[in-house]
């Protein structure tokens, strides 16, 4: 994202946040991988006990094959997940929203400040407990799509409302310091 920032930012505008999508897009990936793994490592043993060592015998080699093709296609999983991870981002600047998807073909929306009328987020009963969710941004003639998966979600929201906000008071938008990153996540009206 840093080129096309380089490129897209205008003259008088920064970064403010920038959010990534959470870890827990790995879990299919990991999951198909782990059974794979335990069937190449187990599968043997289970067709001995449950048939005998003629069957055993039989269904080694057809098992160890399927093994093999469903550690693959979890690594492959993994591959494209990790490339949709570092691919994905959702930046806040100080006049934008900026969504990019896509790592060689990119996917570029964008909604400006003035014109966004919320961020919805929706989270899981999962999401909530490992601090992912789904970001919403709704602004009349921007089709940002939702974007699943975003960790920290309501600072995300935060930083949007806090520059919005800014924005219509007419004051210069300094950085954002991590305790003023905690007050709006808490919810507290520090200064």
């Known amino acids: 994202m840093a080129r096309y920032l380089d490129m ?7 970064v403010i946040y920038v959010a990534r999508l959470h870890s827990s897009i790995y ?3 990991l999951f198909t991988l782990l059974i794979g793994a335990l069937l190449g490592s187990f599968g043997d043993r289970a067709a001995l ?8 015998d039989i269904v080694h080699l057809p098992l160890m094959f399927i093994a093999l ?6 690594a492959l999983e993994l591959f494209f997940t990790f490339l949709r991870q ?3 981002e959702l930046v806040v600047t100080n006049h934008r929203i ?4 896509g790592f060689y073909g990119a996917q570029i929306y964008e909604a400006l400040l003035g014109k966004v009328t919320s961020v919805d987020i929706e989270q899981t009963m999962l ?3 490992e601090g992912y969710g789904t970001v919403i941004v709704m602004a009349p003639a921007s089709k940002i799509p939702p974007v699943d998966h975003v960790a920290h979600p309501f600072r995300f929201h935060s930083y949007v409302m806090h520059t919005v906000q800014q924005a219509a008071g007419g004051e210069k938008h300094p950085a954002i ?5 905690r007050l709006l996540e808490s919810g507290s009206k520090g200064n």
């Open 69 to 74: 093709m469903i550690v693959a296609i979890g």
């Open 127 to 129: 999401g909530r407990l």
């Open 86 to 88: 570092i691919s994905t």
């Open 27 to 29: 879990r299919d990936g």
């Open 49 to 56: 006990s449950l048939s005998g060592e003629e069957v055993a």
């Open 8 to 14: 897209m930012l205008m003259p008088d505008e920064h």
């Open 177 to 181: 310091t991590e305790e003023k990153t």
């Open 98 to 101: 900026i969504v990019k998807y």
